[in-house]
């Protein structure tokens, strides 16, 4: 059980949690949390939180489509892990769905309404080449 002002270390990346209240102190109305650094932690929440916002997750707060879940905790799994199945089914999971998704055009981050830079591929879009003769 965790208390409040108890920390966790990730023993591979050193990040740390801080956890300031839990559920049994607010009733079970707030948890909140403090990563510190936030490292890739951050992203992933903000991702599983554009999903809910979208409407894709479900009930328990997962994604609704397999692909993208597959492609999304992929991505992920050096910062968190599901609690079913064991690790070593999800990573063969994963090893299939991933690439399967991707080819598909899914992608592990999706973006939060209004934050859409932080979610642009790198570098200049690339032009059609054919474009100007398309107007023509």
């Known amino acids: ?9 990730n023993p591979v990346t050193g990040e740390t949690m801080r ?3 839990t559920g049994a102190e607010t009733a079970g109305e707030l948890l909140r949390i403090d ?3 936030p490292g890739r932690f951050a992203e992933f929440i903000t991702t599983f939180f554009a999903m809910a916002l979208s409407g894709k997750t479900n009930a328990r707060g997962l994604p609704k489509d397999v692909l993208q879940l597959g492609v999304t905790l992929a991505e992920y799994r050096d910062v968190i892990r599901g609690t079913a199945p064991p690790w070593a089914v999800q990573q063969v999971l994963f090893a299939v769905i991933a690439p399967l998704g991707r080819l598909f055009g899914y992608r592990p981050d999706v973006p939060y309404p209004g934050d859409h830079e ?6 200049p879009v690339a032009q059609d080449p054919f474009a100007h003769s398309r107007n023509l």
Do not use: K, N, S, W
Request: glycine share 10%.
């Open 19 to 21: 956890f300031v209240l």
């Open 118 to 123: 932080r979610f642009a591929p790198p570098g």
């Open 1 to 9: 059980m965790v208390r409040a002002g108890d920390v966790i270390e």
């Open 35 to 37: 990563f510190r650094p």
